[in-house]
């Protein structure tokens, strides 16, 4: 694998590349000195060395210096939240208190039926090598990433661009985005369940992930979906669930205000539970 540090509105990994941007560039934060070790690490783990390039050589020479110094530690917990930070459509690296995973209507009606978000390899019973060449693989990951369930926060559009991208089975173009767009599922997490979830690690790059499965009955804080689509699921929701499943009306949004508006009931929800539970 190879990290290019750079300057750019958000970071993206690619056919063996990760580009990784720096808010301040060429300035660089000790938390962005900790995610690259940190992404390092993971690589090592699975047997992947990692070479370092970036135009700055002083920059670069000071990555390369703490990393000599670096001894992290599997499941690579971030010590600092912003370690795992995505950027958003503004091109600010944000953190949220919770994580999301994103899907279509159809996937998010089989997840509902089994209880448990499952890795690719889980769900379609094959190797990680074998989905390595699957034509949906555009990016390139490796065999690994398909053993783990993935999250991205839940302030973020990546998880619903993605369900998106995978109704279309294309990248989704501005028009798909905006007045053509159609809501996928999300499913919502605290932070801090997901990271002392078995199987969780922290790779230098997803907000967080965990392996095999995550069971939503002991996770799970907040399902939304889509008011349009209440009658798809009314028959389909464990009765464990039903509590945690709430529907919100789709008012031809687009990507970004739906998002938004999504992040603000989950905010709304969460902390009406957790006063709840804090009176009990």
């Known amino acids: 694998m190879k990290l290019k540090i750079c300057k750019n509105d958000f970071s993206l990994q690619w056919q063996g590349i990760y580009h990784l941007a720096l808010v301040d560039y060429p300035e660089i934060n000790k938390w962005e000195l900790e995610k690259i070790a940190k992404f390092m690490a993971y690589e090592k783990m699975y047997g992947r060395t990692t070479k370092i390039e970036c135009e700055n050589i002083a920059l670069q020479h000071q990555v390369y210096s703490y990393i000599e110094n670096s001894k992290e530690k599997f499941p690579f917990i971030p010590r600092d939240k912003r370690e795992a930070g995505t ?50 693989n555009a990016a390139g990951d490796p065999a690994d990433y398909f053993d783990y369930v ?97 529907y919100l009306d789709y008012q031809n949004d687009g990507l970004v205000k739906w998002n938004d508006k999504v992040y603000e009931k989950v905010l709304e929800l969460d902390g009406r539970d957790r006063t709840t539970t804090s009176i009990l």
Request: some cysteine; overall charge positive.
């Open 87 to 136: 950027f958003n459509v503004d091109g600010k690296c944000v953190t949220s208190n919770h994580l999301s995973h994103t899907c279509t209507v159809e996937t998010a009606k089989k997840i509902l039926k089994t209880g448990k978000l499952l890795s690719a390899t889980k769900v379609f019973g094959l190797t990680g090598e074998q989905l390595v060449q699957d034509k949906r």
């Open 150 to 246: 993935m999250f991205g926060w839940s302030n973020t559009t990546s998880g619903y661009r993605l369900a998106m991208e995978r109704l279309l089975e294309r990248n989704p173009t501005e028009v798909d985005l905006e007045e053509a767009f159609i809501p996928g599922v999300s499913f919502h997490f605290r932070y801090e369940t997901i990271v002392n979830q078995k199987g969780y690690v922290f790779d230098g790059y997803h907000a967080a992930k965990v392996k095999d499965e995550v069971l939503l009955d002991l996770s799970l804080c907040v399902c939304i979906i889509a008011s349009q689509n209440k009658k798809e699921f009314e028959g389909i929701i464990p009765n464990y669930l039903k509590n945690r499943i709430h």
